[in-house]
């Protein structure tokens, strides 16, 4: 029997947050120069540090490290999650926008418990 390694594409965290921070980067670029100068830096850099750290902590060596990591992705998720209310109330985003964003937010908290929870039980390093 074939063993089965576990890719970071095959974590639901990961493509989640992953594809929405493209989503957020192609609806911030088209935004103008003050506006993507104070707020959509900031989304911008919060949105990608969630996949980035979920990145991060997959590629370390020991369980303690990893989990450092995912818990740092739920930090992100906070930063993003009020970065996407200061965009609605600017009438940054439009309703749609704002509530596909939402929503996946809304997701990575189960994903990345699971995470942690996954790497917890099923390591032993």
């Not at 974590?11 to 506006?35: E, G, P, R």
């Not at 993507?36 to 980035?52: E, H, L, M, P, Y």
């Not at 991060?56 to 450092?68: C, H, L, P, T, V």
């Not at 009020?82 to 109330?89: H, L, M, S, T, V």
């Amino acid at each position: 029997m074939e063993k089965k390694f576990l890719k970071l594409n095959d974590l639901d965290a990961y493509k989640i947050s992953f594809h929405l921070s493209n989503y957020i980067w192609d609806i911030i670029i088209n935004w103008d120069y003050f506006a993507k100068d104070t707020v959509g830096k900031q989304f911008v850099r919060s949105i990608d540090s969630i996949s980035a750290n979920i990145a991060e902590g997959f590629g370390r060596y020991n369980k303690k490290d990893k989990i450092k990591f995912y818990r740092y992705s739920f930090g992100s998720l906070k930063e993003s999650l009020d970065w996407n209310e200061k965009a609605k109330i600017r009438k940054l985003l439009t309703e749609e926008q704002y509530n596909h964003i939402l929503e996946e937010l809304q997701r990575l908290p189960k994903e990345l418990n699971w995470l942690i929870k996954f790497t917890n039980e099923k390591l032993t390093i």
